[in-house]
């Protein structure tokens, strides 16, 4: 996912991007350091439930949600399982970024139909199997002596 994001975050005018799967939980950000996780997951639970809440009300997908505010703005995307947001200036070139969240969001939503690896099988301590018995070891065939070939010759 993080190539996904370096793509985002190439678009001039985008500070940081990060996507949550449906609970809200950060699954991958590339993101300045100011912008640590503690600060992140409100706003992605939050947007995770309006999302969601949408999605109820409306009973159609969701498409983009645009939050501006005097420094910047923020915009979230809906994807499948999830939502990718994008923390950008004001005047961001909106078209050039759409471009780029419409390719992101596809990719996203491969990612997440993608089954997650089955975790590892841990066996029970088991009583070690019983050695199998070795089979008896065939009779040897015993060999006709000269009179009994003799006479199965005689008898055809």
């Known amino acids: 996912m993080e190539t996904i994001l370096k793509d985002i975050n190439a678009v001039v005018g985008v500070m940081g991007s990060f996507v949550c799967d449906g609970e809200g939980q950060i699954v991958a950000r590339l993101m300045l350091n100011v912008f640590d996780e503690d600060l992140l997951s409100p706003v992605g639970r939050t947007m995770a439930q309006t999302i969601a809440g949408l999605k109820i009300a409306q009973r159609c997908k969701i498409g ?38 419409n390719v992101a969001a596809k990719k996203l939503e491969e990612k997440f139909k993608e089954p997650e690896p089955a975790p590892p099988v841990v066996e029970a301590e088991a ?6 018995k070795p089979e ?9 002596t000269l009179a009994e070939m003799m006479a199965s010759n005689l008898r055809r």
Request: glycine share 4%; proline share 13%.
């Open 64 to 101: 983009d949600i645009d939050l501006v505010y005097d420094e910047g703005r923020l915009i979230v995307k809906s994807v499948d399982e999830g939502c990718l947001c994008i923390l950008c200036v004001k005047r961001v070139n909106t078209p050039l970024l759409n471009l780029t969240l």
């Open 127 to 132: 009583e070690p199997a019983p050695e199998p």
């Open 136 to 144: 008896p070891e065939p009779e040897p065939k015993r060999r006709m």
